[in-house]
């Protein structure tokens, strides 16, 4: 019986801690926040909606943001239908989410999921490290439902 109590406190323990840590993994790093405050300056020169920071979205882009650069990969997502994905990268000596939103905005195709007017939250991912042979690089993930 003691035993049992003591197993379940554990499991109720390990629960609450990881309730407690979920909300801290969708807020936005600085460079997410600035690459999103650089998407919505964009949308709003265009006097567009702004978007929010939506949880689940934000975790996502975070996530795949990471795992480009460390599966030296480079592709889009599988993701649910409604939902837009532009990705970029480059070097950590100038690459930066202002320069990441000026190339998305320079390409017809991801211009149009920036500035799509039925999109309502966005979520960014930023990963910064090693790449392909690069020694440093930044890597942005910017979806959008």
């Known amino acids: 019986m003691k035993k049992t109590v003591t197993t379940a406190l554990a499991l109720l323990t390990c629960a609450g801690v990881l309730t407690l840590a979920a909300p801290a993994q969708a807020a936005p790093t600085s460079a997410e926040r600035r690459l999103i405050a650089n998407i919505n300056e964009a949308r709003d020169a265009r006097d567009m909606r702004k978007l929010r920071v939506g949880a689940t979205i934000q975790v996502g882009a975070h996530r795949w943001a990471r795992h480009l650069r460390r599966a030296d990969a480079f ?61 440093c690089v930044e890597m942005a993930v910017a979806r959008f439902r």
Do not use: K, Q
């Not at 930066?96 to 799509?116: C, F, K, Q």
């Open 75 to 135: 592709h889009h997502g599988r993701l649910s239908a409604g939902t837009g994905e532009v990705i970029a990268w480059g070097t950590c000596s100038w690459f930066n989410p202002a320069r990441a939103v000026r190339a998305w905005l320079r390409s017809a195709s991801h211009r149009d999921l920036v500035l799509r007017r039925g999109f309502r939250r966005v979520g960014a991912g930023w990963s910064r490290g090693s790449w392909r042979g690069y020694g």
